[in-house]
């Protein structure tokens, strides 16, 4: 893992220009980047994605998005020396990291990470324990947002206990000096003792009056219990709506998809339902009959679609894809040890040919201290010889695909 100004350094001691006197940085970086592409070409990233099911939508990018805005959405993030064995859970409002991530309002002495029967994924929840006689109490975290922009949340809850308490999960903007600006813009409040499913969208104005929204983890006993009333959180997630798998604005076309499989979160843990079947396995290659993947965008048979439930069902996808292009100096890459060599022997390879195009290149490189007895006819051998390392390297780095 090395950043992209050390890369260029590299390459620059490697082709002998040191002071970067014949390429200049920006011809370094386009070496790199070629060699990126070449690269995964030929041995490509492995990955696997879980794609959110969307109601109404048939087509899902694969890659390319930030992900969840939420730190700590499954609650699996504390300190593990707090673990209280009398409650079975973690009493998070005693550790130094108070919440990892979330922010406890209203006295949070009763706020807990517990492990729950009812978790749906990792190893706890989180959990609210508001005291006897007591109105609510929140779990809430601040996330920034940008102008014109549509978010998605989504997230399971429920109560832990009997009675008409409600648990709610909530969304509030704040301008960008943390003063109220609208209440519950997505809300959803559930009586239910086993989780729920919530989900809704925030489209932020484009004026900028709105800078921040929070999102709340509620609960509410009304002040009339007499007793200790739990309520519990997971998986709760906020993110911008072209991050969220739903549009093709920026999706990756060279990715190689080569299984989709449909799995169930309403097991603990998650587990695979069936394997879905691309198009062109079928007796026709039809978009009803299969998955279909063109320019980065996943299509789903409607016929399969109408069969799922967003709220439990999601996608869990397996290909290839490109190692990421590199842009900012302290960028890092994500290739490995050996793929960071083979970038290397390609930029050379690049390096020399230049060098063999341009006359007045080989000339002005020539003047550096070591070059200036390398003849026309020794450049062209080693252009040869780096050619035949680069054939070398490419050939033990190529990756089988496993057939869709």
């Known amino acids: 893992m090395t950043t992209f100004a050390a890369l260029k350094a590299q390459l620059a001691a490697l082709i002998a220009d040191p002071d970067a006197k014949t390429f200049s940085t920006t011809d370094l970086g386009y070496f790199i980047n070629a060699a990126i592409a070449e690269v995964s070409r030929i041995a490509p990233q492995r990955f696997q994605e879980d794609i959110t099911l ?3 939508t048939l087509d899902y990018r694969v890659r390319g998005g930030t992900g969840n805005l939420v730190a700590n959405p499954s609650f699996d993030e504390g ?16 550790a130094s990291d108070l919440t990892a991530g979330w922010n406890v309002l209203n006295d949070g002495t009763r706020v807990l990470f517990s492990r729950s029967a009812f978790r749906k994924t990792g190893l706890y929840v989180g959990v609210i324990y508001v005291p006897a006689n007591t109105a609510s109490r929140t779990l809430c975290q601040y996330i920034p947002v940008n102008p014109d922009t549509t978010y998605l949340m ?35 409040d559930t009586t239910a003792g086993t989780p729920q499913w919530m989900s809704g969208s925030y489209a932020v104005p484009a004026d900028g009056t709105v800078a921040f929204v929070r999102i709340d983890c509620v609960g509410y006993s009304a002040g009339a219990h007499s007793s200790q009333q739990a309520y519990a959180f997971e998986n709760i997630s906020f993110l911008e709506a072209s991050d969220a798998n739903l ?11 080569r299984r989709v499989e449909v799995w169930s979160n309403d097991t603990t843990p998650v587990s695979p339902v069936f394997l879905l079947a691309p198009g062109s396995a079928e007796y026709v290659n039809y978009s009803n009959t299969g998955w279909d993947f063109w320019n980065g965008v996943l299509s789903i ?20 894809a490109p190692f ?26 690049e390096a020399l040919q230049r060098l063999s195009f341009e006359r007045d290149l080989f000339t002005q490189w020539q003047t550096h201290a070591g070059n200036t007895d390398v003849t026309p006819a020794a450049l062209m051998n080693a252009l040869s010889l780096a050619r ?8 033990a780095l190529m990756v089988l695909r496993e057939a869709p």
């Open 388 to 395: 035949e390392d680069w054939r070398r390297k490419s050939r």
């Open 54 to 56: 969307v109601d109404g």
């Open 154 to 188: 989504s997230g399971w809850h429920w109560k832990g206990s009997a009675g008409g308490e409600s648990n709610v999960v909530r969304a509030n903007s704040y301008d960008a000096d943390l003063v109220l600006v609208g209440t519950d813009i997505i809300r959803h």
């Open 324 to 349: 990421d292009q590199l842009t900012a100096p302290t960028q890092v890459t994500d290739l490995s040890g050996g793929l960071e060599q083979a970038v290397m022997a390609y930029c050379r390879i």
């Open 301 to 320: 048979p409607y016929r399969i679609f109408t069969s799922l439930d967003p709220s439990i069902h999601f996608l869990r996808v397996w290909g290839y």
């Open 247 to 257: 549009v093709a604005d920026n999706a990756v076309g060279d990715i190689e998809l």
């Open 79 to 94: 300190d593990e020396t707090m673990f209280d064995s009398a409650y079975n859970s973690l009493n998070i409002a005693t």
